[in-house]
């Protein structure tokens, strides 16, 4: 089923391409919105999925806006979040 969820560092092309490539196995086409804040990605999703696409968000340093994340987690996943943006941006 197709839903939507806001994510957090989301800045660019490059790190919507990053979510794009990184999130295609295991959810297929995926779709990121960065004309809202927060941005928001579109995927097809089963409710035994979520708490994966949770963990692969953070991984790439983007959590879901719902996430509680302490502050170290905050800071962690924004600095990911900037490599990711530069792996997304010369994967393009």
Do not use: H, W
């Not at 490059?14 to 990184?22: D, E, M, R, V």
Request: aromatic share 6%; net charge negative.
């Amino acid at each position: 089923m197709k839903q939507t969820f806001e994510v957090l560092n989301v800045k660019c092309e490059g790190c919507a391409n990053t979510l794009i490539k990184s999130l295609a196995d295991d959810f297929g086409e995926v779709s990121v919105d960065l004309q809202s804040q927060p941005r928001k990605i579109t995927l097809s999703i089963e409710t035994d999925q979520l708490e994966k696409l949770k963990l692969t968000l953070r991984s790439l340093g983007y959590p879901l806006s719902t996430d509680e994340l302490n502050t170290l987690q905050s800071f962690a996943t924004n600095a990911k979040s900037f490599v990711s943006c530069a792996i997304g941006k010369m994967d393009k």
